[in-house]
Nanobody, 128 residues
C-alpha cells in the first residue's frame, strides 16, 4: 500500500522560513517524479514545484521562484520544499504528489495531471 505523508507545516510570520517534508512508502521512490501543490480556501489548486526522479530537473511556479527550493533524497524516500521569504499569499494546504511520466517532467507537470499518488496535506499559515 502506497502512503505519501507530508509534514513540516505550521504558523510563521511573513519573511520567515519553513521546510516541508514528504515521505513516500510502498513504492520505489526513485522511479517517481515528485511535485508540491497548494490550495488556499476558495482557490483552485496551484502547482508550486516539481522535480524529476533523479533531481536533475526542477520547475517552479513564477510566484515562488527565487524563494522556494525543491529537493529530494532518494535514499530516504523523502521530498523537501524549503520555503524562504514567506508571504501571507503563501498560506495554503500544501500537498505532495508522486507521478511517473513516460514523456518526462516538464513545466506542464505543475498542472497536477498524471500524478499517481497524493498525500493528505500539511497546512502552512503565514501571518502579516
Amino acid at each position: 500500500q502506497v502512503q505519501v505523508v507530508e509534514s513540516g507545516g505550521g504558523l510563521v510570520q511573513a519573511g520567515g522560513s519553513l521546510r516541508l517534508s514528504c515521505t513516500a512508502s510502498g513504492l520505489t521512490f526513485s522511479d517517481y517524479a515528485m511535485g508540491w501543490f497548494r490550495q488556499a480556501p476558495g482557490k483552485e489548486r496551484e502547482g508550486v514545484s516539481c522535480i524529476s526522479w533523479s533531481g536533475g530537473s526542477t520547475y517552479y511556479a513564477d510566484s515562488v521562484k527565487g524563494r522556494f527550493t525543491i529537493s529530494r533524497d532518494n535514499a530516504k524516500n523523502t521530498l523537501y520544499l524549503q520555503m524562504n521569504s514567506l508571504e501571507p499569499e503563501d498560506t495554503a494546504m500544501y500537498y505532495c504528489a508522486a507521478g511517473r511520466f513516460t514523456t518526462g517532467l516538464s513545466i506542464s507537470s505543475l498542472r497536477g495531471l498524471g500524478y499517481n499518488y497524493w498525500g493528505q496535506g500539511t497546512q502552512v499559515t503565514v501571518s502579516s
